[in-house]
C-alpha cells in the first residue's frame, strides 16, 4: 500500500510538472528580456526549486535518503524539469530562461554556477534513481545512499547527484 501510494503521488507530481511545462504563456517581461511567466522560467524555478528541496534534506541527513517520500517527489520532479530543458537544451531563448529561473529560486544557484548545475544533473539519470528507490533496492548504511543491485547506471547518478549537492554547498 505505501509503495501504492508513493506511485500515486509520482504520477500526480510529474503529470502536475509536465502540464506546467506545457503552458507557453510569455507575457511578462523583465528587463533583462527574460521572461518571468514563460514556461522555460516556471520549468527553471521549479528544477531550482526540487534541487534545493533535496540539498536541504542532503544537508541535514548528511545523505541523499532515498526512503523519504518527499524526496523522492522532489527526485521525481527534477527529473521532469530536467527533461524540459534537456528537450531544449539548443533553443537559447529557452535556456536562458530556464537558467534564470533557476538563478530566482534559490540562493544556492547562482548565475556563476547555474550552467554547470544545469549540465550535470541533465547529464545524470536521474530516472533510474527514483526507480531504484520505488522498487526498494536502496540501501542507505552509507554517506551517499546507493542501490543493492549495484546498477551502474543509478550509482553514477546518486554520485553525480550527490556532486551537484557538495557543489551548492561549496556555492553557498
Known amino acids: 500500500m505505501k509503495k501504492l501510494s508513493i506511485v500515486a503521488a509520482l504520477t500526480a507530481i510529474i503529470l502536475l510538472v509536465s502540464c506546467g511545462t506545457m503552458n507557453n ?3 511578462t517581461s523583465s528587463t533583462s528580456g527574460i521572461s518571468t511567466t514563460s ?3 516556471t520549468s527553471g524555478k521549479g528544477f531550482g526549486t526540487s534541487l534545493t528541496a533535496l540539498y536541504n534534506s542532503y544537508k541535514s541527513a548528511g ?10 517527489l522532489n527526485l ?3 527529473a521532469t524539469y530536467a527533461s524540459a530543458i534537456k ?3 539548443k533553443n537559447t531563448t529557452f535556456y536562458k530562461e530556464f537558467a534564470a529561473g533557476a538563478v530566482a529560486s534559490s540562493n544556492l544557484i547562482t548565475a556563476n554556477n547555474v550552467a554547470s548545475i544545469i549540465s550535470s544533473v ?3 539519470d536521474i530516472n533510474s534513481i527514483v526507480n531504484a528507490a520505488r522498487s526498494g533496492n536502496t540501501n542507505t548504511n552509507t554517506n551517499t545512499t546507493t ?3 549495484t546498477n551502474n547506471n543509478t550509482t553514477a547518478a546518486v554520485n553525480t547527484l ?8 561549496n556555492a553557498k
Do not use: C, E
Open 87 to 89: 528537450g531544449n537544451a
Open 76 to 78: 521525481a520532479s527534477l
Open 63 to 72: 545523505k541523499l535518503n532515498l526512503n523519504d517520500a518527499t524526496n523522492l
Open 122 to 124: 541533465i547529464n545524470t
Open 147 to 149: 542501490t543493492t543491485n
Open 162 to 169: 550527490t556532486s551537484v549537492l557538495n557543489a551548492m554547498n
Open 39 to 41: 514556461a522555460a522560467f
Open 25 to 27: 504563456g510569455t507575457t
